[in-house]
């Protein structure tokens, strides 16, 4: 059984609850692990707090030279953790290894940031005096991770917060503990001193709340569903710590008719169906002008029969399985309410028949037309393979129609007209908008919702100012 990762070591559990992690392509128990109480929270709270001061001290530099050298160990045994990432999350081997990769590379981004971390000097405030802003780390940082992208979610928030001085405890969704406890033992090994990354497995209640309550935390990286961080935002304040939040989204795409229709349609069908769907950034409701609405639907129905659905682990599997059955059950509600509204099903809408479909959370990929504007899939988040299409007039009405949505995470694009795509970047409500581009993240751009997806970033050196307080001196001499 697996356990906690504690100041450097596993350790055991104050209590005897368990978690059961499943694999997602067969329902088969891959490992159990113990479930972290408040007790041990406080535990890697204390951990976390008696090596803020060493960590704060050692130079600059030289935290990101082992956040370097500890990043490359992890490489060394990077399919390892891929393979780890399928089994417990259910995601094609070829997707874990970009996932895991994406993780080592953001946390090296931000090793490479620790020697341009930088304050302010102003001169001459008064005569003989000047003025210092000092930047400080901010002590021992909760990081809530969902089980979508266990790792690079976990890495958003990693790497910022430690290269600024600052310790961490992390704790992993219920279902994807087993990737995020092995990084950190490796991590470890590589260099990062005990006490500064520990993980307790746990559930939100439990682990998860006794963390973001914790008089000793005194910031809350939270990514997760809308509803949970409206909890915790909540909840952190009765220390008043901060808190930022990655939260749901529902992004729209806009295919105009002057769109390179091939890219456009490999896009919306990447954007919509990797990771089955279980993306806060996925394609989630696709607009497309009417004059080429037609043939967008005709190759996207294309591009959905070609979708290859498997178990993570099989050969040139292109989508696994959902991560859990209530997961393929919500999509399952979902696109059945589409389609007592009046939606017609252009693709899927059901569970693939046979082996190895039986045992696992598969769902087929689907495309919905014309969905009524009170139905499930326009006005909440989708997390599944199911994109639900609707034909609009031109550019006004697709981008009224895609800020009609609580959420306002990331947005899309595709045209030839610069008047179009400069229209839409001005007024599409969302944290970020792709011109002619799939939805990329990256370590160099800030990343963050606007509306309901919650606020703050991560990414970019902004994320940087989110671990850190200024402090100003005043030096008269
Ligand atoms: P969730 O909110 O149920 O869980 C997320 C994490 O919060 C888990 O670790 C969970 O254990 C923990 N948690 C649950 N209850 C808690 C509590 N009371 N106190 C503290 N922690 C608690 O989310 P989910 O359904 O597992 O994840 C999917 C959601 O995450 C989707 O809405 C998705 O859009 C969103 N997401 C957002 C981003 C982003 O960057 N904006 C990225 C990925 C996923």
């Known amino acids: 059984m697996r356990q906690m990762f504690v100041d450097g070591r596993f350790c055991e559990s104050s209590g005897s609850d368990q978690l ?13 692990v113990l479930a972290g109480t408040a007790a041990d929270v406080d535990a890697a709270v204390g951990a976390a707090h008696a090596a803020f ?51 080592l590379e953001t946390l090296d981004h931000y090793a490479g940031l620790a020697k341009n971390l930088r304050g302010g000097y102003v001169p001459n405030l008064d005569e003989g005096t000047y003025g ?47 990737t995020t406890l092995r990084l950190a033992e490796l991590l470890h090994e590589g260099g990062i001193p005990a006490g500064v990354f520990n993980v307790v497995p746990g559930t939100g209640p439990v682990a998860g709340a006794a963390l973001v309550a914790h008089p000793l935390v005194r910031k809350i990286a939270f990514t997760g569903s809308t509803a949970v961080g409206k909890q915790t935002m909540a909840s952190a304040a009765e220390h008043l710590k901060r808190v930022t939040l990655e939260l749901g989204g529902s992004d729209p795409m806009i295919i105009c008719d002057d769109a ?22 996925a394609t989630k409701r696709l607009f497309v002008f009417e004059r080429v609405a037609e043939e ?54 059901a569970r693939p028949r046979g082996e190895p479909y039986d045992r696992g959370w598969f769902y087929e990929p689907t495309l919905l037309l014309e969905p009524p504007a009170d139905s499930r899939v326009a006005l909440e988040e989708t997390f599944g393979p199911a994109l639900p299409i609707w034909r609009v007039a031109g550019l006004d009405e697709a981008i009224e129609r895609a800020n009609a949505s609580p959420y306002g995470l ?17 007024r599409l409500e969302a944290g970020y908008t792709w011109v002619n581009s799939v939805n990329k993240v990256y370590d160099e751009l800030p990343f963050g919702g606007v509306k309901q997806s919650g606020f703050g970033k991560e990414h970019g050196v902004e994320a940087l100012d989110y671990y850190q307080e200024t402090k100003s001196l005043v030096v008269k001499h």
């Open 20 to 32: 059961e992690v499943r694999d997602p392509a067969t329902g088969e128990l891959v490992e159990t």
């Open 53 to 103: 001061p060493g960590w704060w001290d050692t130079a600059a530099a030289r935290r990101g030279e082992a956040l370097h050298e500890a990043t490359t160990h992890a490489r060394d045994h990077l399919e390892e953790l891929a393979r780890q990432l399928t089994q417990e999350q259910g995601k094609p081997l070829r997707e874990a290894r970009l996932e895991v990769g994406r993780c």
């Open 132 to 178: 210092v802003v000092l930047r400080r780390p901010l002590g021992v940082v909760g990081a809530i991770v969902p089980w979508n992208f266990p790792t690079t979610l976990l890495a958003n928030k990693l790497g910022p917060a430690i290269v600024t001085g600052n310790t961490v405890v992390a704790k992993p969704a219920e279902t994807t503990p087993l």
């Open 260 to 281: 390179d229709l091939d890219r456009a349609v490999s896009a919306a069908s990447v954007g919509r169906f990797f990771n089955c769907g279980q993306a806060c950034l």
């Open 296 to 349: 967008v639907i005709d190759k996207l129905a294309g591009k959905a029969a070609k979708l290859r659905i498997g178990p993570g682990t099989a050969d040139r599997v292109l989508m696994g399985p959902l991560h859990a059955e209530r997961h393929r059950a919500r999509i399952e509600e979902q696109v059945a309410d589409a389609v007592d509204r009046g939606a017609k099903v252009l693709h899927g809408g």
């Open 410 to 426: 990331g947005s899309a694009i595709w045209t030839r007209d610069l008047h179009r795509a400069s229209v839409a970047a001005e």
